[in-house]
């Protein structure tokens, strides 16, 4: 009887405001790291805990994100929370796309940092049931710290969490916000294409207020 290969695709969210060098290096070397079948960029919609920090639009976001990872076969945006829901929780999203596609096996992309807190998320038994976590590692975490919390997670709530070694790139979306208010170069912090299309729509220009990411 023959047996259909189940599908691996990695999913890296984030309201991607805009979306830079540093999430499209995670993305890439999570799929290589992790055979992948490709990453789906996924642009937020208004996440309740960035209220009035959310400076360009959701479909201004996810023009950024299209631009960027055009000639990347292994990056991929999704549209899913362009609907007219502000926001959608992780749980909400894995559950729908699980559902959806029952031949594909999800891994869920987050920072070593926010792990720490994954226990005050939004119904952290229901994410760990419909993905793999991978907690992307940067040169700050040590590696006994990241072990420890992972046995945790793993123990709560049956988890699936496997690190993942990133080169350790120091960029934000609020340094190149910062950079087009101050009329500095963000020239290879972002993708070409990206940084055409911030100035062609006037994105972060100065006069206008920068927030944290």
């Known amino acids: 009887m023959d047996t259909v290969k189940?599908?691996?695709?990695?999913?890296?969210?984030g309201t991607f405001d805009p979306i830079h060098t540093g999430h499209l290096i995670l993305a890439e070397e999570a799929c290589e790291a992790f055979s992948?079948?490709?990453v789906l960029i996924m642009p937020?919609?208004?996440?309740?805990h960035k209220a009035g920090q959310v400076h360009a639009s959701m479909e201004q976001r996810t023009r950024m994100a299209e631009l960027a990872v055009a000639d990347n076969?292994?990056?991929?945006?999704s549209d899913f929370e362009r609907t007219p829901q502000d926001y959608h929780y992780t749980y909400e999203t894995l559950e729908f796309l699980t559902e959806k596609n029952p031949d594909t096996d999800?891994?869920?992309?987050?920072?070593?940092?926010?792990?720490?807190?994954?226990?005050?998320?939004?119904?952290?038994?229901?994410?760990?049931?419909?993905c793999v976590i991978l907690a992307a590692v940067r040169d700050g975490m040590r590696p006994l710290e990241l072990?420890?919390?992972?046995?945790?997670?793993?123990?709560?709530?049956?988890?699936?969490?496997?690190p993942l070694s990133t080169t350790n790139i120091d960029i934000s979306?609020?340094?190149?916000r910062e950079k087009v208010q101050n009329r500095r170069s963000i020239r290879y912090y972002v993708p070409a294409p990206v940084e055409a299309y911030i100035y062609t729509e006037?994105?972060?220009?100065?006069?206008?207020?920068?927030?944290?990411?």
């Open 6 to 13: 189940r599908k691996k695709v990695g999913i890296l969210g």
């Open 73 to 77: 076969p292994h990056l991929r945006v």
């Open 202 to 213: 006037g994105l972060y220009q100065p006069g206008k207020e920068t927030g944290r990411e």
């Open 147 to 162: 072990e420890s919390w992972i046995e945790a997670l793993n123990k709560r709530f049956g988890a699936r969490i496997y």
């Open 44 to 48: 937020n919609g208004n996440p309740p």
């Open 106 to 130: 999800y891994y869920f992309i987050l920072g070593a940092d926010s792990l720490m807190l994954f226990h005050t998320w939004k119904e952290p038994q229901r994410i760990c049931d419909r």
């Open 173 to 176: 979306s609020n340094m190149i």
């Open 36 to 38: 992948l079948d490709y």
